[in-house]
């Protein structure tokens, strides 16, 4: 008989395991991998060199991209309210309206999102560059901005799409610039676009003057490989035109907007208008404000047909507050903003026309609260994106930037985020004082117990000691496990349920140790009853049941 030591034994079965593995066919490979999340994915590339191969493949990439899970992304710019500074944030909402409780490591403090497309968002920074980063792999890619030092420029102005026919990604910048300022005030006559991979920037001139203003105050969307904005068009009915930018042409064209007549309430303020996206679909919200909040009837318009120009009007909502955008939508509910900080939505599912203003079911969408409250943020700070989890590779694109992957947790480098380091290091102190506090309670019931137990030696009742070593048994406290604390920071969502946590935890270490100290009192005076008295088990019992009556009559009047 041949015999194999446990080492050979073992590389035989995993060069059979391996060999089973691969004579897989590719295709039903790619229908598990399908379904599985990046972060699993990204273990996967390490198992063998067909699966690296296979999973990062551009055309598996793409095809994981049709079947990956989507979520709404809400964006909340750095903020300074009530004297303090608050950083840039970012949650994730699912279908189930869960929301993600960790920071996006990618964004830093002072970062504002400028667009997001196949899991890639773009980032404008305070510093030189634009980073294009993604969230679910980590990396970063960091590009020179198209002008050093611009006076004046905002994230509003930057834009980030991907051409499906071309398979290219595209920034694009608005505004034509003389030495770092703007040359023609609120207008522009320059589109700046920089591809992923290229060493440089390129103008592409419009063709008539266009309106910042009007891109500040309506903003602008990427849908199917275009950009769209609004620009001021005083001789239409709506005094705004759509124009339209082909990332994969680079050509421009114009879409007229409604001729509809607007009737404007005498009790309204000026009316605005926003371009957004719903379902991919190019939209034009339009209502009556007053000092930027929407009062009374919002009415929203989708592009039917892009040749044609037809426009018909889907929804008209009773509503107030803010409008999110760029995405106006997530599934079958419309976000909004109320003038409270909270995030609410309307049901779009099944109506079009009127709309009856649904709140969302809170309990589901934040878990912690009755609403989703980014307080004390101002409430027209927020973005809405719809973001998918990519396999997109951005070291492909290395040529035109620097790649790196941020570490799990770095200290915020400039001074006026200090005292939000602070607050976090007060707060790691605070669990671990809890902690120890429980530690501490707990070996001292553990040593009060045993020296209660001493004492028993001198009841002669065995019915009467063996009911109050009972509940000496009873008086060691019982605590949450205590799991170790995560070095990644946590969200606004992560941090509001963190603290919660904390105080429930401060809350029952309180209890628990008055229900405790007050079950130490009762043992003790019962101890000291049945041994001085040294009284039989009738009397015993009675004595117990006295003093457990008057310990009721004590807590009643209390």
């Known amino acids: 008989m041949l015999i194999m030591d446990s080492g050979e034994a073992g590389s035989k079965k995993e060069r059979n395991e391996e060999y089973s593995i691969n004579r897989l066919p590719r295709e039903l490979i790619e229908r598990i991998f399908f379904r599985l999340p990046v972060s699993t994915l990204l273990v996967c590339i390490g198992v063998c060199t067909r699966w690296k191969n296979l999973i990062r493949d551009p055309n598996f990439v793409t095809s994981h991209l049709k079947h990956a899970s989507h979520y709404s992304l809400i964006f909340f710019q750095q903020d300074y309210v009530a004297g303090k500074h608050y950083p840039s944030d970012a949650i994730l909402i699912d279908k189930a309206w869960s929301q993600s409780t960790y920071a996006v490591l990618t964004i830093d403090p002072d970062d504002l999102l400028c667009g997001s497309c196949n899991g890639i968002i773009c980032l404008y920074t305070k510093t030189l560059t634009i980073k294009i980063a993604n969230l679910a792999t980590g990396e970063c890619l960091h590009l020179e901005k198209p002008i050093k030092n611009l006076s004046g420029d905002q994230f509003l102005f930057y834009s980030f799409g991907f051409h499906p026919l071309t ?47 009007c891109v500040k105050n309506s903003g602008l969307i990427n849908v199917g490989g275009t950009m769209y904005w609004l620009t001021n068009d005083m001789a239409t009915n709506w005094k705004h035109v759509v124009m339209c930018f082909d990332l994969g042409e680079e050509a421009f064209a114009r879409i007229e907007l409604p001729t509809s007549v607007l009737e404007n309430s005498v009790y309204g303020g000026p009316r605005r208008y926003w371009i957004r996206e719903i379902d991919g679909k190019i939209c034009i919200a339009t209502a009556q404000t007053w000092h930027k909040v929407i009062y009374g009837k919002l009415q929203i318009w989708t592009l039917d047909n892009k040749v044609e120009q037809s426009w018909s009007q889907k929804y008209n909502i009773h509503t107030a507050g803010y409008i999110a955008g760029p995405n106006l939508s997530y ?27 649904m709140i969302l079911n809170m309990t589901r969408l934040s878990g912690f609260s009755p609403v989703l409250d980014f307080s004390p943020g101002k409430p027209d700070n927020m973005q809405s994106y719809i973001y998918v989890e990519s396999l997109v590779r951005l070291d492909v694109y290395k040529k035109g930037g620097i790649v790196r992957k941020p570490k799990k947790r770095e200290v915020w480098k400039f001074k006026k985020w200090k005292p939000c380091e602070d607050e976090l290091s007060q707060l790691e102190e605070m669990w671990s004082h809890i902690h120890q506090k429980e530690y501490d309670i707990t070996v001292f019931s553990q040593r009060s117990g045993i020296q209660l137990k001493h004492h028993l030696e001198g009841i002669s009742n065995d019915v009467i000691r063996q009911q109050i070593g009972l509940q000496i048994d009873q008086i060691v406290p019982v605590f949450p496990n205590k799991y170790p604390r995560s070095s990644q920071r946590l969200n606004l969502v992560g941090e509001k349920r963190d603290r919660e946590k904390l105080l429930a935890r401060m809350r029952k270490y ?48 209390s």
């Open 331 to 357: 599934g079958d509910k419309l976000l909004m903003q109320r003038n409270d900080s909270r995030l609410f939505s309307h049901d779009l599912h099944g109506n079009e026309g009127n709309i009856e203003p």
């Open 510 to 557: 309180g209890d628990i140790c008055k229900a405790m100290n007050k079950e130490i009192g009762w043992i003790v005076r019962m101890t000291e009853i049945a041994t001085q008295y040294k009284v039989g088990p009738s009397s015993s019992n009675d004595a117990i049941s006295y003093q457990n009556h008057s310990d009721d009559k004590d807590t009643v009047e």
């Open 167 to 213: 398979r290219e990604y595209k920034i694009t910048h608005l505004g034509d610039y003389v030495e770092g300022r703007p040359k023609n005030g609120d207008k522009f006559t320059i589109i700046q676009v920089y591809r992923l991979g290229d060493e440089k920037w390129k103008d592409i001139r419009t063709p008539e003057a266009l309106s910042l203003s």
